[in-house]
């Protein structure tokens, strides 16, 4: 188990490397000169080619991409081109308000789809199961934005039983905190949500239509035992691959989320560094949010073994 | 020959293939006669801005004093236009790399290791980090919304490849000396258009999303291409005031988008039988 941990680790180098080097290409390489961008049109050779050395784009690309990287694994990001502050700085500012959204979020959404995919698995076919299945279609259709202005209109505008918009830091008190963020959760989950209870519903019909649920059923095992120990424990590693795959959605949602609700997180942040063409806080951000997600996929796969005994390595 | 028949046996398609389409329909119809039924969707008319639906022009209008029925048409243009060109770049650029990698094994390792180091990245941010630096044009965001979208098609692709690899067809046409293009053309390629068909769908509706997300952000199209998330950006502060700036183009959006999600999900599973019949 513990060789297998350092192997999956060791190839998550790897991924990680591609990641780095697709975000440095994309940045440096593509048709489009960030000094050109930053410097407008009306500058001069010589203004141009100074912003080309301070940002270090005068030299060979392979020399960059080391430093860079090299940088990067010490955690240092790089300098702001906007502010001149430190990267993980600014990144760290914006830390709070985005994992107040962020780990509600997971929580919420782990419960409600598995709740909701076991209820239209457990009674495929009936009105249930065709409710769930529709809000699932729905949660992929319907973009982010357009569920949290639905909902900003029917719960701040006419209810009024949420603030509109802002954040809210913990330090005003809990109760404060917790109602600026209700509906940015919410938004933020919709899509999660649909995506999870899709596959809990498919992986629960196949782990219940299975003898040894028959068999509980026939010796009158509890319905809560069959659900949770025949049921979920055999359906987990579809949907914790899946939780961990969709984690990108999570991921790029907290752009649009924090917009709606102007919430000064993470996201907010690239949003801002793009008008300011601030390259390496962008940068930073997608490396960031790349090394979530491949940790994530590396938890995700160790999870295996514990979810599924006949998974041993 | 080696060209995949689709064996319809089973049953119809379902009614709703048949609901998203007429609705893509008339929405496809309103976009191609735009010019002739709205006016000039960039004119600005500060004297009756956000004015209510209904009196004097369907949709009302927006902070701006523009035609938000206009708007909403020439929107329809962008989504739609993105939806295609996206779909088939992906399409086009996801079949080679799948060719590709069945038939070089060498560039099998590379390719799928870069697409694993890609699906790392989420998709809004590769696609904002791209358009920051190459600037937004049709094609730019084109790129900028397919490359993201490439792993899981390539990945699809690819799988339904390997298994065409070992079919006689291929064997024959592989001892016969086919040239790897023709072989990969001819040979390969066919068999997966079912799959194709239907993850181009979820491409498309996927794509129409993304654009509207950027323009909403306000890094895709600039105010002068109307678009219907560049819309809801830029009257997201007038939403209090002005609800239906914001809710017309969001039933828009989401009705396109539910419309080729459903044709998408009912191709699905017509093409593949072991979906079919079951819930």
Redesign the interface.
Known sequence: MIRYALWRLLMAI??????????FV??RV???D?AL?IAGERATEDEIAAIRESLGTDRPLAVQYAEWLGAALVGDLGQSTFSGQPVTRLIGQRLEPTLSLALPTLALSVLVSLALGTLAARR??SLA?KVVTAFS??G???????VG??L??IFS?WLGWTP?QGYRPLSDGIAVWATALVLPVLTLSTGYVALITRVTRASM?EALSEDHVRTARAKNLGEGAILARHGLRVAAVPIVTVAGIGL??L???F??TE??FNIPGVGRL??EA??R?D?PV??G??LL??GV??TVNLLVDLSYTFLDPRIRY | MSAVQIRRTGPQLPLSFWLGLSVLSVLAVLAVLAPWIADNPNRLAPAQRLQPPGAGSLFGTDAFGRDLFARMLYGARTSLRIGLIVGGLTLVMAAALAALCVMVRAADAVVM??L???????????A????????VSLWTMALAIAIPELPATTRLLRGVLLSTRMRGWVEAARVSGCPPLRMAWRHLLPSVWPVALVQTAFVC?SAI?IE??LS????GNPPNVPSW?GV?GEN?AQ??LA?WV??IP?AF??VT??SI??MG?ALRDWLDPRERGG?
């Not at chain 1, 790897?14 to 975000?23: E, N, R, Y």
Request: aromatic share 6%; proline share 7%; hydrophobic share 65%.
């Open positions: 790897p991924v990680m490397l591609v990641a780095s080097s697709v975000i994309i940045l593509l048709p489009g960030p961008m495929a076919g199961d279609v729905l992929f259709s319907v973009p982010p934005f357009v202005y639905a900003v209109a505008l509109v019909v990108a959605l991921l790029g949602g752009v649009v917009t709606v690239v949003v793009i008008a063409r390259y962008i940068q951000v997608v949010s790349a997600y491949v | 290791r870069v694993d180091g890609l699906m790392a990245i989420p998709n809004i941010l590769l904002i980090a791209i358009i920051s630096v190459t600037g509706s999303l509207a997300i909403f952000l306000g890094v998330g809801i997201r939403f209090q609800p914001i809710l969001s959006l989401t988008v539910i999600n459903l999900d819930t």
